[in-house]
């Protein structure tokens, strides 16, 4: 599966933006979908994931409460929502697939664990 992550931009703090990732090739609903981000000079580190039906989510504690992962299968498509941003969030957010089936555990965490990357799209926030 190719991915491509667009959405992102220049925003102000307590703003809101939606990232969207694009997925190609078949069987997109198999799929784990996740969010990740990489600010300067820090490790990717992990944000968000979604179910392959969509129905479970977990999220990572800094963003707990302002961010929301979705997806629409018949658009192989995944998103995420970010309100109240701050500038903490400014990064470059990549989309991931995982072929393994989601279950709560901190595997998912991990970037090694993901089978497949899309480009980054920058996130910048100003105070």
């Known amino acids: 599966v190719q991915l491509q992550a667009y959405g992102g931009g220049l925003v102000q703090a307590k703003d809101s933006l939606r990232l969207s990732c694009a997925a190609s090739g078949r069987a997109f609903s198999s799929y784990t979908m996740g969010w990740f981000r990489q600010a300067p000079g820090k490790e990717r580190e992990f944000v968000a994931v979604?179910?392959?039906?969509?129905?479970?989510?977990d999220y990572a504690d800094s963003v707990k409460g302002r961010f929301t992962i979705s997806r629409d299968n018949a658009k192989n498509t995944v998103y995420l929502q970010m309100n109240n941003l701050e500038p903490e969030d400014t990064a470059v957010y990549y989309c991931?697939?995982?072929?393994?089936?989601?279950?709560?555990?901190?595997?998912?965490?991990?970037?090694?664990?993901?089978?497949?990357w899309g480009l980054g799209t920058q996130v910048t926030v100003s105070s």
């Open positions: 991931a697939a995982n072929a393994r089936a989601w279950y709560r555990s901190t595997y998912f965490y991990t970037s090694q664990a993901w089978n497949y």
């Open positions: 979604i179910s392959a039906s969509g129905v479970s989510t």
